[in-house]
């Protein structure tokens, strides 16, 4: 089956520890997406990737980090920088290629990651 | 600046009932307008879209949206609602002004009554 899955499903992470979230699409999208999301809030976008090898900050990137060496992969790292990182993380896919926005978005079924 | 606006935070509605979950948007030139659903600890997922043509969108689960250019609104609706229906609504618009990124509305909850 096609989709988009994000793991682990629940991470715990110590204060000042770096952590990595994991997306995987099987879709051939070409852009992907992490958000942000908080309870009584909508989604905030993290960064994004419209191709290999090029990503985009979004309105929140301060305290994370991404890559995109493969097509299929976007992996979110939070560091220690990020003061308040507890939340639930949303990864999501696209036809993409820049302007094509009337196409939605395949979301992967979350990350809760928590801070002890 | 480009805007979603879903103003009630939540909506209470009996089952059997129609339902309607309101937004509305702030984007320069033609939006693409979009609803999603979310369950309790799980992704989003596509529930319609609007990008041209008709004003009134079908999509998944029964569900529809309208449209109106007049009122900047695209107002999702069921003619009757089911239990099942009870989740978090997010309606979201790409345009001009957000270099065609999505913008989000902060969710509507929508509780379906027995």
């Known amino acids: 089956d096609g989709g988009i899955t994000q793991s682990p499903k629940y991470l715990f992470r110590k204060e000042g520890q770096n952590v990595t979230l994991s997306c995987e699409q099987n879709?051939?999208?070409?852009?992907m997406y992490w958000y942000r999301q908080d309870p009584g809030q909508g989604l905030r976008l993290i960064y994004y990737?419209?191709?290999?090898?090029?990503?985009q900050k979004g309105d929140i990137a301060e305290g994370y980090s991404v890559s995109r060496e493969k097509k299929e992969s976007f992996p979110l790292t939070v560091t220690s920088a990020q003061k308040n990182p507890t939340a639930f993380y949303l990864c999501?896919?696209?036809?993409?290629?820049?302007?094509?926005?009337?196409?939605?978005?395949?979301f992967g079924q979350g990350t809760r990651l928590t801070v002890v | 600046a480009q805007s979603v606006a879903q103003p009630e935070d939540q909506v209470n509605v009996a089952e059997g009932n129609p339902l309607t979950v309101k937004c509305t948007y702030s984007?320069?030139?033609?939006?693409?307008l979009f609803w999603y659903v979310q369950y309790p600890n799980r992704g989003l997922q596509f529930l319609l879209k609007?990008?041209?043509?008709d004003n009134l969108v079908k999509g998944s689960y029964g569900f529809e949206a309208e449209f109106n250019k007049s009122q900047t609104s695209f107002h999702l609706k069921k003619p009757s609602a089911l239990v099942s229906d009870s989740a978090l609504y997010f309606c979201?618009?790409?345009?001009?002004?957000?270099?065609?990124?999505?913008?989000w509305g902060a969710g509507t909850k929508l509780i379906i009554k027995p």
């Open positions: 999501a896919s696209s036809i993409g290629r820049y302007r094509e926005a009337n196409t939605e978005a395949f």
């Open positions: 879709l051939n999208h070409d852009a």
């Open positions: 990737s419209q191709i290999v090898n090029d990503f």
């Open positions: 984007v320069s030139g033609n939006p693409y």
């Open positions: 609007y990008i041209t043509g």
């Open positions: 979201a618009v790409s345009g001009l002004d957000s270099n065609y990124q999505l913008i």
